[in-house]
Nanobody, 125 residues
């Protein structure tokens, strides 16, 4: 069982930056792939970025060059650094965990077993 808790959301102007954090419980954090997803009102939940247990990453095209996912296994934490934010980045951001191998980066909702409650990110124009 893994529990994940997101933090770091808030209100920011377009062009600004935020860093989201996701703290996970459990002694086997390093064996889990971690993903950040987001859901805007009226839209489906979508992948933002994911990182395998071995540190391999996959970013959505819409955030490439602006967002960076990273993990600190010593702290059981995964981060999402978001730069050059746009109003269309406004959404609830969710952290999720999936037991996975070193190289594989799960990129679909159904591949993740554990989800946080989400944190709101609002980007004003």
């Amino acid at each position: 069982q893994v529990q994940v808790v997101e933090s770091g959301g808030g209100l920011v102007q377009a062009g600004g930056s935020l860093r989201l954090s996701c703290a996970a419980s459990g002694r086997t954090f390093s064996s889990y792939a971690m993903g950040w997803f987001r859901q805007a009102p009226g839209k489906q939940r979508e992948l933002v970025a994911a990182i395998s247990s071995g540190g391999f990453t996959n970013n959505a095209d819409s955030v490439k060059g602006r967002f960076t996912i990273s993990r600190d296994n010593a702290k059981n934490t995964v981060y999402l650094q978001m730069n050059r934010l746009k109003p269309e980045d406004t959404a609830v951001y969710y952290c999720a965990a999936a037991y996975s191998g070193t190289y594989y980066v799960p990129s679909n909702n159904y591949e993740y077993d554990y989800w946080g409650q989400g944190t709101q990110v609002t980007v004003s124009s």
